[in-house]
């Protein structure tokens, strides 16, 4: 996992919980067996076989190169992180009008100064 995902609120100690799995017990998850990586080494150490599991980003193209599955969140623990496309003044000038947010039925957001 990255450093931030164990040190978050939201992040691993708040995953076991909701997943019922417990930290140091039996049946659980021994904390030596927890690791922190660098976001992109935590992809192939799992696919290596170095980690049982790890925290990825499901948008990530590496998933489907290294073969991983996903699991289902069906307790709903981590919210949905929608993305969007950010451009400079000069890139949206330059972008072209019939594709984009109004063409996939999302309304058009106004640009804003960063």
Same mark, same amino acid.
């Given at each position: &996992?990255?450093?931030?995902?164990?040190?978050?609120?939201d992040?691993?100690?708040? &995953?076991? #919980?909701?997943?019922? =799995?417990?930290?140091?017990? %039996?049946?659980? =998850?021994?904390? #030596?067996?927890?690791?922190t990586?660098?976001?992109?080494?935590?992809?192939d %150490?799992?696919?290596? /076989?170095n980690?049982?599991?790890?925290? =990825?980003?499901?948008?990530?193209? $590496?998933?489907?190169?290294?073969?991983l #599955?996903?699991?289902?969140?069906? $307790?709903?623990?981590?919210?949905?992180?929608?993305?969007?496309?950010?451009? /400079?003044?000069?890139?949206?000038?330059? !972008?072209p009008?019939?594709?984009?947010? !109004? $063409?996939?039925?999302? $309304?058009?957001?106004?640009?804003?100064?960063?």
């Open positions: &996992m990255e450093s931030e995902f164990r040190d978050r609120n992040g691993l100690e708040g &995953m076991l #919980k909701t997943y019922d =799995v417990p930290l140091d017990e %039996a049946g659980g =998850v021994p904390t #030596k067996n927890l690791r990586f660098q976001t992109g080494a935590i992809y %150490a799992t696919a290596s /076989g980690c049982t599991f790890g925290e =990825v980003f499901t948008t990530d193209g $590496r998933i489907l190169a290294l073969d #599955k996903v699991l289902q969140d069906d $307790r709903r623990y981590f919210p949905n992180y929608n993305v969007s496309l950010v451009l /400079g003044k000069k890139a949206a000038r330059r !972008a009008r019939d594709r984009g947010p !109004a $063409r996939s039925g999302h $309304r058009e957001v106004s640009p804003t100064r960063c």
